[in-house]
């Protein structure tokens, strides 16, 4: 769940917060401050953001390129997982 929250939803709700919190500091509370959002502007800097996050995790995780993938299977009615091993 982690994962999910640091990979999709933060990156992509990050400038709506940051935006909040600005327009909190800058401004004070108005009732009709959500009229005037650059709605978007903030969507595509979040896409933005999203789309850098899961290219540098795709780029930073993983296994190493010089092991080999071994499917798991079933050994003496046992699962065995999956693990990469030297070729």
Request: proline share 11%; glycine share 6%.
């Amino acid at each position: 769940m982690l994962r999910v929250l640091l990979q999709y939803l933060l990156p992509l709700l990050l400038p709506f917060l940051l935006y909040l919190v600005y327009v909190a500091f800058a401004r004070g509370y108005a009732p009709g401050w959500i009229g005037e959002t650059p709605w978007p502007q903030l969507a595509a800097a979040g896409l933005v953001l999203l789309a850098a996050s899961l290219l540098t995790w795709s780029l930073m995780s993983g296994a190493p390129t010089d092991r080999v993938y071994v499917p798991p299977r079933l050994e003496d009615g046992k699962v065995i997982p999956s693990t990469t091993v030297e070729p």
